[in-house]
């Protein structure tokens, strides 16, 4: 049980385009998901707290209009890259959080976007 | 505040060698919870285990063991007779029991581990 979805597991996209990653709860609900953006031979770096029916809470110096979140459901929240220019190309993961033990969260496979 | 130090960066030894990845932390809270996860070359987290702050007993998995020690506020990962597999990059976080958003994790910069055949 506890699985997490993304989608695409891979993308590559033009610089100047947008990109839509969809983070899934696949077997419970989820009310809050994370969005995080690693870097090669880093670290996981939160970018924003997903949280369903409200405006998603970003991390300090994360910008909210280029990084488009929308939890709609209480199994999906998607993640959007506005205008995306070769610095962004990341791997980007999301994670969901079930609240029934631990407050635990459970991730997803990550996407790895590369924008040329 | 809430952190988490992983001082090793890289980590290289040969098959059958035992490998021990520090991990220090330090929090305000008195509950926490405590977490290693394994990132393969794929890149999807893999849990390994989960430790709360109450609980200082030390585990063991096969070949991983930890040892969590509050008086010194580290929970280390140790592989036994290290394999090929194990190659990959070993995350230690933290799960405060309070903030402003339950269920946050803070992570350690990761400690990559490359066994040699």
Known sequence: ?116 | AQKVTQAQTEISVVEKEDVTLDCVYETRDTTYYLFWYKQPPSGELVFLIRRNSFDEQNEISGRYSWNFQKSTSSFNFTITASQVVDSAVYFCALKPSRGSTLGRLYFGRGTQLTVWP
């Open chain 1, 1 to 116: 049980g506890a699985v997490v979805s993304q989608h695409p597991s891979w993308v590559i996209c033009k610089s100047g385009t947008s990109v839509k990653i969809e983070c899934r709860s696949l077997d419970f609900q989820a009310t809050t998901m994370f969005w995080y953006r690693q870097f090669p031979k880093q670290s996981l770096m939160l970018m924003a707290t997903s949280n369903e029916g409200s405006k998603a809470t970003y991390e300090q110096g994360v910008e909210k209009d280029k990084f488009l979140i929308n939890h709609a459901s209480l199994t999906l929240s998607t993640l959007t890259v506005t205008s995306a220019h070769p610095e962004d190309s990341s791997f980007y993961i999301c994670s969901a959080l079930r609240t029934v033990d631990y407050y635990e969260q459970y991730f997803g496979p990550g996407t790895r976007l590369t924008v040329t």
